[in-house]
């Protein structure tokens, strides 16, 4: 099995930036992938961004050129540098890990962009 402990997240203002991070512990494999998602109160989950451990990346059109993912495969970390955060960025964010036959999430961290 794999776990995922978040860190990060918290309360900012319009145009400023905040990390998350999310740390995997278990049954790694070397070929997986991670990411994060969102859920805004009465929306349904998104994919923010993901990245595989190739180093492949994805990105929500919304967050295209603000948001950035990576990855350390040695520490089996994933993290999400936002900037020119926006009010609809307001959140929770989940961590994702997923390969063939697993797909672990992270239990969330909220994230609020308010003046």
């Known amino acids: 099995q794999v776990q995922l402990v978040e860190s990060g997240g918290g309360l900012v203002q319009p145009g400023g930036s905040l990390s998350l991070s999310c740390a995997a512990s278990?049954?790694?494999?070397?070929?997986?992938?991670m990411g994060w998602y969102r859920q805004a109160p009465g929306k349904q989950r998104e994919l923010v961004a993901a990245?595989?451990?190739?180093?492949?990346?994805n990105y929500a059109g919304s967050v295209k050129g603000r948001f950035f993912i990576s990855r350390d495969n040695v520490r089996n970390t994933v993290a999400l540098q936002m900037n020119s955060l926006k009010p609809e960025d307001t959140a929770v964010y989940y961590c994702?890990?997923?390969?063939?036959?697993?797909?672990?999430w992270g239990r969330g961290t909220q994230v609020t962009v308010s003046s």
């Open positions: 994702r890990y997923w390969r063939p036959g697993l797909d672990v």
């Open positions: 278990g049954s790694i494999f070397s070929s997986n992938t």
């Open positions: 990245i595989t451990s190739s180093g492949d990346t």
